[in-house]
T-cell receptor, first 113, second 111 residues
Framework: IAGITQAPTSQILAAGRRMTLRCTQD?????MYWYRQDLGLGLRLIHY???????GKGEVPDGYSVSRANTDDFPLTLASAVPSQTSVYFC????????????FGPGTRLTVL | GEDVEQSLFLSVREGDSSVINCTYT??????LYWYKQEPGAGLQLLTY?????DMKQDQRLTVLLNKKDKHLSLRIADTQTGDSAIYFC???????????FGTGTRLTIIP
């Protein structure tokens, strides 16, 4: 593994189902993030984690939850998916404060029907 | 919180210069970034500028920062077909780990 991986690459999901998007990084970065990308809205932060064991809410956290049990993994869970959660989801990580590049995963395309 | 705005679309002829603009509201932004997203891919950092700089040049890329007007621009010289992508500006405050992204500008190259 090199960098950030996300799984699945894409998923079609029935409304009401539970779904977990996986994100793993092997760079030992402290901070990790989940964004959703929607046309005309850019990237919006869902949840973030500054370090293992801590999480925080971003701009659009409703309907999503995260956990950060260790440094490498930062799963995003949709407890009961709704069509408005159809989007492309990007996981990202960053080493620490100050200038440090934020690295992005390849994304997960989620469609909720 | 920070608001970051960009035009959604820009078309440029191959070989010309592209200028992508961005305005932001939070004057305390410490770092400002330009990211590139190619079709079907994640975002990759192109360049960044510290808030105490006015300009930064890196090969074909020139970043200009006007703090008074809260305006950031990215100039791509000699635009090539491989420059076709969506370009995002983003800002972050020192001590706040969260980046705020603009809406993205889709750059289309006309042959």
């Amino acid at each position: 593994i090199a960098g950030i991986t996300q799984a699945p690459t894409s998923q079609i999901l029935a409304a009401g189902r539970r779904m977990t998007l996986r994100c793993t990084q092997d760079m030992r970065h402290n901070a990790m993030y989940w964004y959703r990308q929607d046309l005309g809205l850019g990237l919006r932060l869902i949840h973030y984690s500054n370090t293992a064991g801590t999480t925080g809410k971003g701009e659009v956290p409703d309907g999503y939850s995260v956990s950060r049990a260790n440094t490498d993994d930062f799963p995003l869970t949709l407890a009961s998916a709704v069509p408005s959660q159809t989007s492309v989801y990007f996981c990202a990580s960053r080493k620490s404060q100050g200038y440090n590049e934020q690295f992005f995963g390849p994304g997960t395309r989620l469609t909720v029907l | 919180g920070e608001d970051v705005e960009q035009s959604l679309f820009l078309s440029v002829r191959e070989g010309d210069s592209s200028v992508i603009n961005c305005t932001y509201t939070d004057s305390s932004s410490t770092y400002l970034y330009w990211y590139k997203q190619e079709p079907g891919a994640g975002l990759q950092l192109l360049t960044y500028i510290f808030s105490n700089m006015d300009m930064k040049q890196d090969q074909r890329l020139t970043v200009l920062l006007n703090k008074k007007d809260k305006h950031l621009s990215l100039r791509i010289a000699d635009t090539q077909t491989g420059d076709s992508a969506i370009y995002f500006c983003a800002g972050v405050n020192f001590g706040n780990e969260k980046l705020t992204f603009g809406t993205g500008t889709r750059l289309t190259i006309i042959p």
